[in-house]
């Protein structure tokens, strides 16, 4: 299993990013995936997540309005879209493989993380 999360970079708080993770080495539409975050000196956090079959999602009521979790299951990708980003976003985000078909924000649900993608929004 191989996750590749891309998408990273410095932005000025009200932009937006998208975020990618390209996936391989298993059966991507089987599973679902999610987008943790971890801020300097704090505890990874989650972000998102979205069912294997792309049908449901949940957030973290802090992005939640703001971002979009999607994902492509003939690409083997999931996405981020990040909007009116703020100065608390700034984080190393990571996505992350489950163990399960749904979406949930338990981190023992997830089997397989990233190398994360650094994201730093300015003020």
């Known amino acids: 299993v191989q996750l590749q999360a891309s998408g990273g970079g410095v932005v000025q708080a009200g932009d937006s990013l998208r975020l990618s993770c390209a996936a391989s080495?298993?059966?991507?539409?089987?599973?679902?995936m999610g987008w943790f975050r971890q801020a300097p000196e704090k505890e990874r956090e989650f972000v998102a997540a979205?069912?294997?079959?792309?049908?449901?999602?949940i957030y973290a009521d802090s992005v939640k309005g703001r971002f979009t979790i999607s994902r492509t299951n003939a690409e083997d990708t999931v996405y981020l879209q990040m909007n009116s980003l703020k100065v608390e976003d700034t984080a190393v985000y990571y996505c992350?493989?489950?163990?399960?078909?749904?979406?949930?924000?338990?981190?023992?649900?997830?089997?397989?993380w990233g190398q994360g993608t650094l994201v730093t929004v300015s003020s």
């Open positions: 992350a493989k489950g163990i399960f078909l749904r979406a949930t924000m338990e981190e023992y649900e997830y089997s397989h």
């Open positions: 080495g298993y059966t991507f539409s089987n599973y679902a």
């Open positions: 979205i069912r294997s079959s792309g049908d449901s999602t």
